[in-house]
Nanobody, 121 residues
Framework: QVQLVESGGGLVQPGGSLRLSCAAS????????MGWYRQAPGKQRELVAT???????NYADSVKGRFAISRDNAKNTVYLQMNSLKPEDTAVYYC???????????????WGQGTRVTVSS
């Protein structure tokens, strides 16, 4: 089983910055693509950014140029640096990871519990 634990959420003023972290733990052979998604009140969960194990990144248009995703493969941790935050970035942010439990299985998808980000003056 794989556990994803997010941290770093909170309340920030418009224009401010936050850094989210998500650490994977448990029993697995390797971690593949990791990513961040968010869900605002009354809206569907949406992609924010993803990063492959090789470092290839993908961003939602709404966050390009403001957010940066990175990872530390040695620590099985993914980060999301969020700059120039806007009220519309307010949401619960979820970490997502594809993990290989063992060599005889396929990659499985796991989600964290979420961390709340509120952008407000």
């Amino acid at each position: 089983q794989v556990q994803l634990v997010e941290s770093g959420g909170g309340l920030v003023q418009p224009g401010g910055s936050l850094r989210l972290s998500c650490a994977a733990s448990g029993s697995f052979f390797s971690i593949g693509t990791m990513g961040w998604y968010r869900q605002a009140p009354g809206k569907q969960r949406e992609l924010v950014a993803t990063i492959t194990s090789g470092g290839r990144t993908n961003y939602a248009d709404s966050v390009k140029g403001r957010f940066a995703i990175s990872r530390d493969n040695a620590k099985n941790t993914v980060y999301l640096q969020m700059n120039s935050l806007k009220p519309e970035d307010t949401a619960v942010y979820y970490c997502d990871a594809d993990a290989l439990p063992n060599l005889s299985s396929d990659y499985k998808n796991y989600w964290g519990q979420g961390t709340r980000v509120t952008v407000s003056s």
